[in-house]
């Protein structure tokens, strides 16, 4: 999921995904709005990651258009795992401790079953952390 992807949404879809289309809503809102205020690329991930999961988030990210300037977010609740990876560009700006800080608020949502809020939420404080392009 990318700022832009655009979603083909049925009731069926819904029930069937983690999120409702309102939820999606919200974080193509947040990914958009992170994309522009930064000027680097944010992209979600919610699945089964390859295990190690680190090193999957990793190759899921190599994939990206632009890894260099992008910041993948990989969530795997069946794996109880969540991990941030940052491209060359984009680590100049975000710090291992910056996407920590974002990892720990994100989890702690995650972990009050509130997948998309900690999802929007997290965005927001990298993209603020990054700060302007």
């Not at 999921?1 to 979603?7: K, V």
């Not at 993948?72 to 700006?93: C, D, F, M, N």
Request: aromatic share 4%; with cysteine; charged share 20%.
């Amino acid at each position: 999921m990318t700022a832009g992807d655009h979603y083909a949404v049925s009731s069926t879809a819904v029930l069937d995904g983690p999120f409702t289309t309102r939820q999606l809503l919200r974080l193509d809102d947040a990914l958009r709005k992170a994309d522009e205020n930064s000027g680097l690329t944010f992209s979600v991930y919610v699945g089964e990651v390859s295990e190690p999961v680190r090193e999957g988030a990793e190759l899921l990210h190599a994939r990206l258009a632009n890894p260099a300037e992008s910041v993948l977010i990989a969530v795997a609740p069946g794996q109880r795992q969540l991990e941030i990876v940052t491209g060359s560009q984009a680590r100049k700006r975000l710090s291992d401790r910056d996407c920590k800080l974002a990892a720990l608020s994100m989890a702690a949502s995650f972990g009050g079953g509130d997948l998309a809020g900690g999802l929007v939420s997290g965005l927001a404080q990298l993209t603020g952390l990054a700060g302007k392009a």
